[in-house]
C-alpha cells in the first residue's frame, strides 16, 4: 500500500521455487513468534487466574476484568499465499510492488499489530520490535 500512496508502479517477475523458499521462511518465523507468544500469553493468564483466584479465596472482592492481549496470528495468510504459488502453472510470477514487499519482504500491512501484540509474551517479537536485548524475560520466561 505504501508503494501505491507514493505513487510508484513498478512489477518484477521473479522464480517460483524461490518464492516458495523465502515465504516458507518467512512463514517459518511467524510460526515460531506466534507459538513462543501463545506460550507466554498461556502463562501469564494462568497467573492473573490465579492471583484473582487467591484473593477471592481470601474473601475480597476483585474485579474479574483482564487487560491481556490475544496473541495475533496471521498464518492463513501466509498459507493461502504458498497455496496459490504451488497451484500455479508457471515457472514464473509477476510481483507488483506490495506484493513484493508482503511476500519477499515479510512487510505485510498488520506486520506492526502483529509484532506489537505477539511482544508482550514472545522474545523473537520483542526483538523484531527492537525493545529488548539478547538477553531477555517474556511470559515469565528467560530468553
Known amino acids: 500500500m505504501a508503494m501505491r500512496l507514493a505513487n510508484i508502479k513498478m ?12 515465504l516458507t521462511a518467512n512463514l517459518t518465523k511467524h510460526k515460531q513468534i506466534v507459538a513462543e507468544a501463545k506460550e507466554g500469553y498461556r502463562k501469564k493468564a494462568i497467573a492473573a487466574l490465579e492471583e484473582r483466584l487467591k484473593l477471592f479465596q481470601e474473601g475480597k472482592v476483585v474485579s474479574l476484568s483482564f487487560q491481556l492481549r490475544a496473541p495475533l496470528d496471521y498464518t492463513e495468510v501466509y498459507q493461502n499465499s504458498l497455496d496459490m504459488l504451488q497451484w500455479n502453472t508457471t515457472d514464473k510470477v509477476e510481483l507488483e510492488a506490495d506484493e513484493f514487499r508482503q511476500l519477499v519482504r515479510d512487510q505485510w500491512d498488520w506486520t506492526d499489530d502483529f509484532i506489537g501484540a505477539n511482544s508482550a509474551y514472545s522474545a523473537l517479537a520483542a526483538r523484531a520490535l527492537g525493545r529488548v536485548s539478547e538477553d531477555i524475560e517474556v511470559g515469565g520466561s528467560r530468553f
Do not use: H
Not at 512489477?11 to 523465502?22: N, R
Open 11 to 22: 512489477s518484477t517477475t521473479v522464480d517460483k521455487a524461490k518464492l516458495i523458499e523465502v
